[in-house]
């Protein structure tokens, strides 16, 4: 698959006459809870040759693909700079991937580097608590495998906001990582159970279900009042654009 998956973005490259600096994979198989049919999820940051940022070109911010189960999506580097800008939570998690398929060094290092020193702990906190009440509060069932995803989504979310409120760090992707730091026993327990079963396809009665869900809200709301406490900040714009444009003069191509 990786070598499927090296083609798409060559050929991504040879037909949007671009620069991939950086690519890997997200999504279930990196978080650690995929099924056998999960598909790959890729993500990417690319350059335009430099003439297009010099001239009159409308450059392209954006590209998406899909073939077959590889869904591949790329940000354009200055695009990804601007999200960065506002703390942007997926561009963190790509950085932060475990299956690299294509890198320029030391480009993921640097930007890296960038996001764990400047990145707003408010603004990564507000994204992950979005997603658990959207995905745990909310849900009344798992009667289909998208509820179970969700509900998923909604753990991993929950145990980010844990990792950032004790380390004051970009949480790591993977599951496994963010359980380690865990304190609360029973409800870990729990959690890793759910998991297996998922990647099992065993079925997940409701009464494990509204447990496991209502443990999920007694912890957040009791590291709602850790959270409270942490001071925003904002990236430097002037540090991001060097980078822009140290990595543009890098791969120029007139």
């Given at each position: 698959?990786?070598?499927?998956?090296?083609e798409?973005?060559n050929?991504?490259?040879?037909?949007?006459?671009?620069?991939?600096?950086?690519?890997?994979?997200?999504?279930?198989?990196?978080?650690?809870y995929?099924?056998?049919?999960?598909?790959?999820?890729?993500?990417?940051?690319?350059t335009?040759?430099?003439?297009?940022?010099?001239?009159?070109?409308?450059?392209t911010?954006?590209?998406?693909?899909?073939?077959?189960?590889?869904?591949?999506?790329?940000?354009?580097?200055?695009?990804?700079?601007?999200?960065?800008?506002?703390?942007?939570?997926?561009?963190?998690?790509?950085?932060?991937?475990?299956i690299i398929?294509?890198?320029?060094?030391?480009?993921?290092?640097?930007?890296?580097?960038?996001v764990?020193?400047?990145?707003s702990?408010?603004?990564?906190?507000?994204?992950?608590?979005?997603?658990?009440q959207?995905?745990?509060?909310?849900?009344?069932?798992i009667?289909?495998?998208?509820?179970?995803k969700?509900?998923?989504?909604?753990?991993?979310?929950?145990?980010?906001?844990?990792?950032?409120?004790k380390?004051?760090?970009i949480?790591?992707?993977?599951?496994?990582h963010?359980?380690?730091?865990?304190?609360?026993?029973?409800?870990?327990?729990?959690?890793?159970?759910?998991?297996?079963?998922?990647k099992?396809?065993?079925?997940?009665?409701?009464?494990?279900?509204?447990?496991?869900?209502?443990?999920?809200?007694t912890f957040?709301?009791?590291?709602?009042?850790?959270?409270?406490?942490?001071?925003?900040?904002?990236?430097?714009?002037?540090?991001?654009?060097?980078?822009v444009?140290?990595?543009?003069?890098?791969?120029?191509?007139f």
């Open positions: 698959m990786k070598e499927k998956i090296l798409l973005l050929e991504i490259e040879q037909q949007y006459s671009i620069h991939i600096l950086y690519a890997c994979e997200l999504g279930s198989r990196v978080y650690g995929n099924q056998a049919q999960s598909d790959y999820d890729i993500r990417f940051i690319f335009h040759p430099i003439k297009k940022y010099l001239g009159i070109y409308r450059i911010e954006t590209i998406e693909m899909k073939k077959g189960e590889i869904e591949l999506h790329g940000w354009e580097l200055k695009k990804a700079m601007k999200l960065s800008l506002k703390s942007n939570p997926s561009l963190a998690e790509w950085l932060n991937s475990s398929y294509k890198e320029t060094t030391p480009f993921r290092e640097e930007l890296q580097h960038i764990e020193t400047s990145y702990r408010v603004t990564l906190i507000k994204h992950y608590a979005g997603i658990f959207k995905n745990i509060q909310r849900s009344e069932n009667s289909t495998y998208k509820q179970i969700s509900f998923l989504h909604g753990l991993r979310s929950l145990l980010c906001i844990n990792y950032i409120v380390k004051k760090d949480p790591p992707v993977e599951l496994e963010l359980l380690i730091i865990m304190d609360e026993e029973e409800l870990k327990t729990n959690i890793k159970s759910f998991i297996e079963k998922v099992d396809r065993k079925i997940i009665n409701e009464k494990e279900f509204f447990i496991l869900r209502d443990q999920s809200v957040f709301n009791k590291l709602q009042n850790e959270f409270k406490k942490f001071e925003h900040i904002v990236p430097s714009i002037e540090l991001l654009n060097d980078f444009l140290k990595w543009l003069w890098e791969k120029r191509e």
